[in-house]
């Protein structure tokens, strides 16, 4: 995790980067020079200037840049339901493999991330990969993780590279044409974190501050309808953010309140500001091929829900921030969606 600066050390930084924050109608003013050259790129030229380099793959963007997929008013959460037969005859490549493949960040903090004392990947996602594969095999660390970038997930289940992808994945029509989902494991709500605590503020707010997203991630198609004025800087991973905002590069992060919650945890001198912006469903995506693992993780599911342990890990990883989480409740339809 990232080391946790004090609050006279965010405000220095937040100087040094001429950023004026007021929260409650959010203004973000920069006192950079004028540009010397008057053309569309100055502005982000400008902007990208600092003593840090960007983080790996990091690049700015103006939010009107392109238009954003459309909103989903409801997202289609129907699933294969799970049914009365065994792992070896839902899943027999995977179960004679010994070992089931799963796809996750390894920086994402609450949810799937490397902890630095035990050396062992932990969080919610973590622990929900464990229990898959507790009741395929009987043994919760029959588990090979493999690590997959955001832009990466839907490929890396294509080709056979993973055969679970459990990293904040939201069930969007877009998705539901190139894979299957179980059931939602996680209601998130879409928030923002600043680096100063303060009120209430929304993406619409912000006029000409940088904003921190996740490239391809429903949040920053939430960004470019909401505050086409703003500038984004897109990361291939949330954790990114963190950085960005420690650096001056960014005023703000906007994420699902689930990824904020462990930004927060990493960096208290932040706060989370405003919650509900929109409603996000993670689910596990899985191959269209393999409709078997489906109802094998929906089993997983319904068995965490009816024994308690899906409230046990949510209480013991989001409890502190995010208290009075509620596991999804399914919706079953016998054939796939389209």
């Known amino acids: 995790m990232m080391p946790t600066p004090n609050r006279r050390r965010a405000s220095t930084r937040s100087a040094r980067v001429c950023s004026a924050l007021v929260v409650a109608g959010l203004t973000l003013a920069g006192c950079t020079q004028p540009p010397l050259v008057d053309d569309p790129y100055s502005r982000v ?13 990091a690049v700015y963007d103006a939010a009107n840049s392109r238009k954003p997929q459309p909103e989903e008013a409801v997202a289609d959460l129907s699933t294969l339901p799970p049914d009365s037969e065994t792992p070896e005859q839902r899943i027999p490549d995977i179960v ?13 903090n609450l949810l799937s991330f490397r902890d630095f004392a035990s050396g062992e990947l932990a969080g919610f996602e973590v622990s929900l990969a464990q229990e898959i594969a507790r009741d395929i095999f009987g043994n919760p660390n029959a588990i090979e993780f ?14 056979g590279t993973v055969d679970v992808v459990l990293r904040t994945m939201t069930v969007t029509s877009k998705r539901r044409e190139q894979v299957l989902f179980s059931a939602p494991y996680l209601h998130s709500r879409a928030g923002v974190l ?33 505050s086409p004025d703003s500038m984004l800087l897109l990361v291939g991973n949330w954790s990114d953010c963190l950085v960005a905002l420690q650096n001056g590069q960014a005023e703000v992060v906007v994420a699902d309140d689930t990824i904020l919650a ?3 945890d990493q960096d208290p001198s932040t706060a989370i500001v405003q919650r509900g912006l929109s409603d996000e469903y993670y689910a596990a ?3 269209k091929n393999n409709p078997g693992l489906v109802r094998q993780v929906n089993a997983t599911l319904e068995r965490m829900s009816t024994d308690g342990t899906w409230q046990k890990i949510y209480d013991t990883w989001f409890g502190p921030f995010l208290p009075d989480g509620e596991q999804p409740t399914p919706t079953y339809a016998e054939s796939e969606a389209k």
Do not use: H, M, W
């Open 262 to 264: 462990g930004i927060n």
């Open 96 to 108: 004679k493999r010994g070992r089931i493949i799963v796809g996750v960040d390894q920086s994402l």
């Open 194 to 226: 600043v680096s100063s605590p303060g009120g209430d503020t929304q993406p619409s707010d912000v006029k000409d501050g940088r904003i921190c997203v996740s490239r391809s991630s429903t949040t920053e198609d939430l960004i470019r309808r909401n």
């Open 146 to 159: 493999r690590y997959v970038d955001s832009t990466e997930r839907i490929r890396a289940l294509e080709d």
């Open 285 to 287: 995506g899985i191959a």
């Open 45 to 57: 030229i400008d902007q990208a200037k600092g003593t840090f380099p960007l983080p790996s793959g």
